[in-house]
Nanobody
Framework: QVQLVESGGGLVQSGGSLRLSCAASGSIFSIYTMGWYRQAPGKQRELVADITSTGRTNYVDSVKGRFTISRDNAKNTVYLQMNSLKPEDTAVYYC???????????????WGQGTQVTVSS
C-alpha cells in the first residue's frame, strides 16, 4: 500500500508565499516523476509542475518564475515553493507520483488527498 501525504496549504494574502510538501510512503521500489496538480472550482485539474528522478523540471506557463518544484529522493518527498501568489492560484493542490511498488513491480500513478490553497486579494 502506498500513501502520498500532503501538507503546507492554507490561506495567504496576495503576494505571499507557501511551501507544499508531499511524502510518499509504503512498499515503494522506485519513484520516477513526481508532480503537483491543482483544481479550482468549476475547472479541470491541471499540471502545475513536475520533476523527474534526475531533477528535470517542467512548469505550466502561469507559474514560471514564481513556483519552484524540488524533491528529496532519500525522503521520497516532493516540495512546491510558491512565491508571489495570486488569487488565481487558489485551488486544491494534489501531489502525484509515478512509481513502482515492491508488490507489483509495475508502474502506477498515485495521488495525494489534496491540500487547499487560498489566496486573498
Amino acid at each position: 500500500q502506498v500513501q502520498l501525504v500532503e501538507s503546507g496549504g492554507g490561506l495567504v494574502q496576495s503576494g505571499g508565499s507557501l511551501r507544499l510538501s508531499c511524502a510518499a510512503s509504503g512498499s515503494i521500489f522506485s519513484i520516477y516523476t513526481m508532480g503537483w496538480y491543482r483544481q479550482a472550482p468549476g475547472k479541470q485539474r491541471e499540471l502545475v509542475a513536475d520533476i523527474t528522478s534526475t531533477g528535470r523540471t517542467n512548469y505550466v506557463d502561469s507559474v514560471k518564475g514564481r513556483f519552484t518544484i524540488s524533491r528529496d529522493n532519500a525522503k521520497n518527498t516532493v516540495y512546491l515553493q510558491m512565491n508571489s501568489l495570486k488569487p488565481e492560484d487558489t485551488a486544491v493542490y494534489y501531489c502525484n507520483a509515478e512509481l513502482v511498488t515492491r508488490a507489483t513491480m509495475k508502474i502506477n500513478f498515485y495521488w495525494g488527498q489534496g491540500t487547499q490553497v487560498t489566496v486573498s486579494s
